[in-house]
């Protein structure tokens, strides 16, 4: 594991990074890390899930 996704939320596919000690970004990334999830979708701004939610 590299140190450098150590505050990297463990939502495969979140791109968000957490405060030290923690694992997810948010609620919803700690509810869906066991899913096939395509987009996260916790709503944090630059995080990759906002890239299909553009208006
Ligand atoms: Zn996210
Ligand atoms: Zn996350």
């Known amino acids: 594991m590299s140190p450098a996704n150590r505050n990297k939320c463990q939502h495969g596919n979140c791109s968000c990074t957490v405060a030290d000690g ?3 970004c948010s609620p919803h990334c700690e509810t869906m ?3 096939q999830e395509i987009a996260c979708e916790c709503g944090h ?3 990759s899930g906002e890239v299909t939610q553009k208006k």
Do not use: A
Request: glycine share 22%.
């Open 45 to 47: 701004p630059g995080c």
């Open 33 to 35: 890390k066991d899913s």
């Open 22 to 24: 923690g694992k997810y």
